[in-house]
């Protein structure tokens, strides 16, 4: 079965200036910036789109919400010569599916560790945001990750298993074969149980969880730099991939 399913193969360099100079913004400068940024970019072409609790019976098991994916992911194109509608269609859902898929916001507090419980929550509510526009720039789906038109792979579900008493955390593990480049990848989903369905905090990929990645390399920057430096460091990334 072709299963288009989506990794997030983002390293931290995505997120982040890949040098240790530290930013001279002032603390000031930096958060008025940082609060444009969520204020006007997050307003996107599909503000419309709007997630609404779901009924407890009506919320599919966490492996049934990653197979999913496969019917969000059909739609996107590939291909050289993509039409400007094309383009945009590709990018609304994308969008959609950072959106709707991921918990951004647990992701981002797992991922900043004790740092986050130091934060103010207008920082927690800045950071969040300014994540949720850097996934939604530099997310690769493995679709994308193929490059071309006519490279297929399968998607087994070897395991669905809880990790809490409660059943409200999950892991799903699945493998993935590419026939054509004979290639084998162990994709690991962490999900939580939300009043939106099941959704995923973390993705690891032969064992290299996108979650430790942040959570290494966000510890770094502000022990050495402070959490101001890191929003810059971010804000800057997303100007130079938006341009």
């Given at each position: ?86 383009l ?10 950072i ?21 103010s ?45 409660e ?64 929003m ?12």
């Open positions: 079965m072709k299963f288009l399913a989506i990794v997030l193969m983002v390293l931290i360099v995505a997120c982040t200036s890949s040098t240790d100079t530290k930013i001279k913004d002032d603390n000031a400068s930096v958060e008025n910036k940082s609060t444009k940024i969520v204020q006007s970019e997050n307003k996107t072409e599909d503000d419309d789109y709007v997630e609404k609790p779901i009924d407890p019976k009506d919320i599919v098991p966490p492996m049934q919400a990653i197979k999913d994916l496969d019917k969000m992911i059909e739609g996107y194109h590939l291909g050289k010569d993509l039409s400007p509608e094309q945009q269609e590709n990018k609304t859902l994308k969008r959609r599916i959106r709707g898929t991921f918990d951004i916001e647990e992701l981002c507090r797992l991922s900043l560790g004790n740092h986050w419980n130091e934060i929550k207008e920082q927690q509510e800045r950071f969040v945001g300014l994540m949720t526009k850097l996934l939604e720039t530099k997310a690769i789906f493995s679709k994308e990750q193929l490059k071309g038109e006519n490279k297929y792979y399968t998607i087994k579900y070897n395991e669905q298993r809880f990790d809490d008493k059943k409200k955390k999950s892991t799903v593990v699945s493998k993935m074969h590419v026939p054509s480049e004979k290639i084998d990848l162990d994709i690991t989903y962490k999900l939580l149980l939300t009043p939106y369905g099941w959704k995923i905090f973390d993705v690891i990929v032969d064992d290299a969880s996108l979650l430790s990645n942040y959570k290494f390399q966000f510890d770094r920057i502000i022990q050495k730099n402070g959490f101001e430096n890191l810059g460091r971010m804000e800057k990334k997303l100007d130079e991939i938006s341009k």
